[in-house]
């Protein structure tokens, strides 16, 4: 796509992918990640929008997703943000290199605080 939004292709189709909350690039394997809302799932693709692949399943209600292209990790937040636990916030990192997932403690721990979106800096 040009900088003026002139000259996209579609590389997911939205008709079946009405959920899709968060989307992210890894620059090194020139993958595209999402997050998949309603089907609780993370996939991944091509660029160029080949070789779907559905990479977790049975996430609860997915939501931000941050790719980390030089660690080669996946950080990704989810919960059930509509009960009214103590905390409804969870983030998780994938590891590529390794295959492990390992939940993060959330450092918002209020009863509705709730984060959707989030962002790292690979570099610290």
Known sequence: MNLDGSNYSVLVDSTT???IH???YHLR???LFW???????IHQANMDGSLPIEIFSNVTRPSG???DWINNRVYYSFGDFGSLTVNPNHLA???MSTGTTTEITAVIDQTHAVFHDIAIDPLQ
Not at 35 to 40: K, L
């Open 17 to 19: 992918n009405s959920g």
């Open 22 to 24: 968060a989307v992210d």
């Open 29 to 31: 394997i020139n993958k």
């Open 35 to 41: 997050t998949h809302y309603r089907d609780g799932t």
């Open 65 to 67: 997703l941050a790719v």
């Open 93 to 95: 990192v994938y590891d």
